[in-house]
């Protein structure tokens, strides 16, 4: 039987786009047949890099989406275009992978939710810690209750983001990144979701959030760079606080606490802590009531979370997961409808920031 075969537009040519290429290079049932940006420098560099010399190649996504043979778009631009993006994209009828963050508001998030609805395309948001080992093992090891009940969840985004992404420079801007939690934040807002849902393909939705922020990074235009160990003084400020601390109630019942610290001055670094009426996880070590008698942490030796380097995050595992989602016609875990409650969280805590009360949810 021949297997179907998918083509693929990449809209946004720079490092995250890199990695969607390569996943979707080595899926057997996909095949780039375009490439789109806002400067046609990059598409080419990109197409050069990945040995793309037969693609459609464009800087106006109306007319890449018009490419013969498109089925799925991969939304790699930022985040502040990614609503006029997905709403276009799904219009034509489009599968989509859509980089986090999803949106810069409930507003934008409503207009894709529905345009992803009216157009009954399939979504994956790149929430792709989801498929990094530890975290696939963790929520194995939850759903067959090695630690129980879950009562408690303690996630945290620990990088300090600066001119070393090309993002920040458009990132840092309040109107254009937001917040901390927001640009960045999210994936650990969206791994205290996973691993609090006991259920294996299912994360655990939010009832009530609180949120403080803070830091020392808003406004200063010294820069730390972590790779080299180097300060620099006049560089572009962080236009909102690097600090973001939430604490949530889950539906279940389950407490988090999930914080965004752009302000460290350190490597990255996600430290995971997961507390069962039968068992712990603190990040790759376990104690569990399977293990009777256990007299030490045992530890996993698997692949942590331990880079903001795109190259090390598991998007073939994202990518193909999202593929057969669409050759077995089911949801993602993942899907556009999943991650807009992880960001109304999100804009939740700003209207916790608005008011110094706690937010109740839905609010979407
Ligand atoms: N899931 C993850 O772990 C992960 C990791 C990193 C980044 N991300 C997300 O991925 C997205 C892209 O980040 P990145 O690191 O790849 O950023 P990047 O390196 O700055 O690349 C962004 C690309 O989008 C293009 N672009 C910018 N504005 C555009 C517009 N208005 N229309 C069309 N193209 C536009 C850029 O333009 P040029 O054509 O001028 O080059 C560039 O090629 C962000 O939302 C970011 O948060 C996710």
Request: glycine share 8%.
């Amino acid at each position: 039987m021949v297997q179907p075969q998918y083509g693929v537009l990449v809209h946004g040519a720079g490092w995250v786009a890199g990695e969607h290429i390569k996943a979707f290079q080595k899926n057997p049932h996909t095949r780039i047949v375009a490439l789109s940006s806002r400067r046609m420098e990059s598409v080419v560099q990109r197409a050069n890099d990945f040995g793309m010399t037969d693609i459609g190649m464009y800087t106006d996504l109306e007319k890449a989406l018009q490419h013969k043979g498109v089925d799925i778009v991969s939304i790699c631009t930022p985040q502040h275009v990614h609503a006029e993006n997905v709403i276009a994209a799904a219009g034509a009828g489009k599968h989509l992978v859509i980089e986090k963050p999803i949106a810069n508001s409930l507003e934008e998030i409503r207009a894709m939710r529905d345009a992803v609805r009216q157009a009954g395309v399939k979504t994956v948001v790149s929430f792709v810690l989801r498929w990094n080992p530890l975290f696939s093992t963790l929520k194995n090891l939850i759903a067959q209750g090695a630690f129980g009940n879950i009562y408690y969840v303690e996630t945290d985004y620990q990088s300090n983001i600066a001119s070393w992404w090309a993002g920040f420079s458009e990132a840092r801007l309040k109107e254009k990144g937001v917040s901390a939690m927001l640009v960045a934040g999210c994936h650990a807002l969206d791994a205290a979701r996973w691993f609090a849902g006991p259920e294996q393909d299912k994360a655990a939705r939010v009832t009530e959030v609180f949120a403080y922020y803070g830091g020392w990074r808003k406004g200063c235009t010294r820069e730390y760079n972590y790779y080299t160990g180097e300060w620099a003084d006049n560089r572009p400020p962080l236009e909102y606080e690097g600090l973001e601390v939430y604490m949530l109630k889950f539906e279940n019942g389950a407490l988090g606490k999930v914080s965004a610290n752009y302000d460290c001055i350190m490597p990255y670094t996600f430290p995971i802590e997961i507390f069962g009426d039968r068992g712990t996880v603190k990040d790759n070590r376990i104690w569990s009531h399977l293990f009777p008698g256990q007299k030490g942490w045992i530890e996993i030796p698997t692949i942590l979370p331990t880079t903001a380097d795109v190259g090390h995050h598991p998007f073939q595992g994202e990518i193909d997961h999202f593929v057969d989602c669409i050759l077995n016609n089911r949801e993602s875990h993942c899907n556009l409808e999943d991650a807009a409650h992880t960001h109304e969280i999100i804009f939740a805590a700003q209207q916790c920031y608005a008011t110094g009360q706690p937010v109740r949810l839905p609010i979407l």
